[in-house]
């Protein structure tokens, strides 16, 4: 639904390191994915390394394509109505995908599943899905929490939401689940085609190699902060995750340690989480950093105090693989296999999460996965099965 690469936000990150590693295990790639701007040259050799050919869709910005999705309302949500693509773009799509005699369409987004629907029935090729959520809920959660004009905008994004979701993973001849929790909740509305397919960590790219061999583990870079949240600073339960936090449990923070330091830094902040983080002494808001891995090794505790939503948390994983102390709202654990939960604090009130805070700073000997147990849950050998069961459903198709 996005071009993947540079992967700055959590959507894009989960597809890019999956397409990445199914590459490195030999898949050969087609990338179709919509785009606001033509990619500079530096990305478009990074994403080449990768993709056997890449296609990417511009979105259209005419009067006329924006009253064709006015029109597109009366059966799809908002996000898919920018995605549909008709007439000569779509010729050249399909001539396109038809030169490259993929084995396989594989929808990343549902957003997306109109193209890949398309383009399945029309070179009789399998369709699988990856669900990154249960949509129709999270863009209930968004509702709920939108202000504003944006919750006008997501009253159209939940308009035939469902029944498109349902639709497409019914007609997906396997679809992946980011969730064990989401997973089960699509078996028990009936879905016998679903499979977990969790995120993905590439500790090839966390864990960075000195010239001599040895490992950078990150101990000789600076710890700036005692505190650290990053993630999109727009979404709406992110914002009302880090509103919450700012409000409710930064001030008990400052209460118990007056000295404490507490980094906010993420994507396109609204304004709302600009104006909170000014003029708090001990707090700094730090806008669109350009390296995730710099911003977890500047701190000494991760926290995620994001408490709706669905699916599994990109965040829950870049803050395991920087081998810090987590302390997280009960959702940041959703979705995840049991052997990762146990490396999170949880807390859902403000006294109790400062307390959980406040105890990790405490630790000497904070408890953090090693590198091994990580890889096993979501490294490469978790695409490696992947493939292997996809190719088996394809065969028995």
Same mark, same amino acid.
């Given at each position: 639904?996005?071009?993947?690469?540079?992967?700055?936000?959590?959507?894009? /990150?989960?597809?890019?390191?999956?397409?990445?590693?199914?590459?490195?295990?030999?898949?050969?790639?087609?990338?179709?994915?919509?785009?606001?701007?033509?990619?500079?040259?530096?990305?478009?050799? /990074?994403?080449?390394?990768?993709?056997?050919?890449?296609?990417?869709i511009?979105?259209?910005?005419?009067?006329?394509?924006?009253?064709?999705?006015?029109?597109?309302?009366?059966?799809?949500?908002?996000?898919?109505?920018?995605?549909?693509?008709?007439? *000569?773009?779509?010729?050249?799509?399909? *001539?396109?995908?038809?030169?490259f005699?993929?084995?396989?369409?594989?929808?990343?987004?549902?957003?997306?599943?109109?193209?890949?629907?398309?383009?399945?029935?029309?070179?009789?090729?399998?369709?699988?899905?990856?669900?990154?959520?249960?949509?129709?809920?999270?863009?209930?959660?968004?509702?709920?929490?939108?202000?504003?004009?944006?919750?006008?905008?997501?009253?159209l994004?939940?308009?035939?939401?469902?029944?498109?979701?349902?639709?497409?993973?019914?007609?997906?001849?396997?679809?992946?689940?980011?969730?064990?929790?989401?997973?089960?909740?699509?078996q028990?509305?009936?879905?016998?085609?679903?499979?977990?397919?969790?995120?993905?960590?590439?500790?090839?790219? *966390?864990?960075?190699?000195?010239?001599d061999?040895?490992?950078?583990?990150?101990? $000789?870079?600076?710890?700036t902060?005692?505190?650290v949240?990053?993630?999109?600073?727009?979404?709406?339960?992110?914002?009302?995750?880090?509103?919450?936090?700012?409000?409710?449990?930064?001030?008990?923070?400052?209460?118990?340690?007056?000295?404490?330091?507490?980094?906010?830094?993420?994507?396109?902040?609204v304004?709302?989480?600009?104006?909170?983080?000014?003029?708090?002494?001990?707090?700094?808001?730090?806008?669109?950093?350009?390296?995730?891995?710099?911003?977890?090794?500047?701190?000494?505790?991760?926290?995620?105090?994001?408490?709706?939503?669905?699916?599994?948390?990109?965040?829950?994983?870049?803050?395991?693989?920087?081998?810090?102390?987590?302390?997280?709202?009960?959702?940041?654990?959703s979705?995840?296999?049991?052997?990762?939960?146990?490396?999170?604090?949880?807390?859902?009130?403000?006294?109790?999460?400062?307390?959980?805070?406040?105890?990790?700073?405490?630790?000497?000997?904070?408890?953090?996965?090693?590198?091994?147990?990580?890889?096993s849950?979501?490294?490469?050998?978790? /695409?490696? $099965?992947?493939?292997?069961?996809? $190719?088996?459903?394809?065969?028995? $198709?």
């Amino acid at each position: 639904m996005d071009i993947p690469y540079p992967p700055v936000h959590g959507g894009r /990150v989960d597809i890019w390191r999956r397409l990445k590693m199914l590459s490195e295990l030999g898949t050969e790639i087609q990338l179709i994915c919509w785009s606001a701007e033509t990619p500079d040259a530096d990305s478009l050799d /990074v994403i080449n390394r990768y993709v056997k050919d890449f296609y990417p869709i511009f979105y259209r910005r005419s009067v006329g394509a924006y009253v064709r999705r006015v029109l597109d309302l009366l059966s799809y949500p908002l996000e898919v109505t920018s995605r549909i693509v008709r007439g *000569e773009e779509w010729t050249r799509i399909l *001539e396109s995908v038809r030169r490259f005699q993929p084995d396989v369409i594989f929808c990343d987004h549902i957003h997306s599943g109109v193209v890949a629907s398309r383009l399945s029935d029309t070179l009789d090729i399998p369709m699988v899905v990856r669900s990154h959520n249960i949509e129709h809920l999270q863009y209930r959660y968004y509702f709920q929490c939108a202000l504003g004009h944006q919750k006008f905008l997501r009253f159209l994004s939940l308009i035939n939401l469902e029944k498109y979701e349902k639709s497409l993973l019914h007609k997906s001849l396997a679809f992946y689940d980011i969730s064990k929790d989401d997973l089960q909740f699509w078996q028990q509305q009936g879905f016998d085609n679903g499979y977990f397919l969790p995120p993905l960590i590439d500790l090839k790219s *966390e864990h960075h190699q000195n010239a001599d061999g040895s490992s950078d583990d990150g101990v $000789n870079e600076e710890i700036t902060y005692d505190v650290v949240f990053l993630g999109n600073l727009h979404s709406e339960n992110n914002v009302a995750g880090v509103i919450w936090f700012v409000e409710e449990v930064f001030p008990i923070l400052k209460e118990r340690s007056p000295d404490i330091k507490v980094l906010i830094s993420g994507a396109n902040p609204v304004p709302n989480i600009q104006e909170i983080c000014q003029n708090k002494p001990g707090l700094e808001l730090k806008i669109n950093p350009p390296s995730a891995r710099k911003i977890y090794r500047s701190g000494r505790v991760l926290i995620d105090p994001v408490a709706t939503g669905c699916g599994v948390s990109t965040k829950s994983l870049g803050m395991l693989a920087s081998g810090k102390p987590i302390v997280s709202q009960p959702k940041g654990l959703s979705g995840l296999p049991e052997e990762a939960k146990q490396y999170f604090r949880v807390a859902s009130d403000p006294e109790s999460y400062a307390n959980e805070i406040i105890n990790c700073l405490a630790e000497e000997k904070p408890n953090i996965p090693d590198r091994a147990l990580l890889e096993s849950m979501f490294g490469y050998p978790v /695409v490696q $099965n992947f493939l292997f069961q996809l $190719n088996s459903i394809l065969a028995n $198709n």
